[in-house]
């Protein structure tokens, strides 16, 4: 079983950094792509940033491109997310997730087509 787990959340002021982290702690497996999305209360689920695992194309929602940078370290396992320029709005429950068969840039985006997902590590930038 494919158990991701989050880590890197926090609390951080307006313009602040952190890397979110996501490790798979269960049996070895090659997903077509991984990616992150969040979740503010009150509101639907998001897609932030995806990469796919062999080519490492990478994707971004349109209000984190140029703050928001998406990467994975094959040795190690990984999956990061570094956000920078923090901005109360990027304030969510962020999860990460992982894909085996997705097709075009627009179905990346959805998170219906991801199959594994972690438990979420919150992510506060205030004022």
């Known amino acids: 079983q494919v158990m991701l787990v989050e880590s890197g959340g926090g609390s951080v002021q307006d313009g602040g950094s952190l890397r979110l982290s996501c490790a798979n702690s269960?049996?070895?497996?090659?997903?077509?792509?991984m990616g992150w999305f969040r979740q503010a209360p009150g509101s639907e689920r998001e897609f932030v940033a995806a990469?796919?695992?062999?080519?490492?194309?990478?994707y971004y929602a349109d209000s984190v491109k140029g703050r928001f940078t998406i990467s994975r370290d094959n040795a190690k396992k990984t999956l990061y997310l570094q956000m920078d320029s923090l901005k109360p709005e990027d304030s969510a429950e962020y999860f990460c997730?992982?894909?085996?068969?997705?097709?075009?840039?627009?179905?990346?985006?959805?998170?219906?087509?991801?199959?594994?997902w972690g438990q979420g590590t919150q992510v506060t930038a205030s004022s």
């Open positions: 269960g049996r070895p497996f090659s997903p077509y792509a």
């Open positions: 990469i796919t695992w062999t080519t490492r194309t990478t």
């Open positions: 997730a992982a894909a085996q068969h997705v097709s075009g840039s627009y179905s990346i985006r959805e998170a219906h087509n991801y199959n594994n």
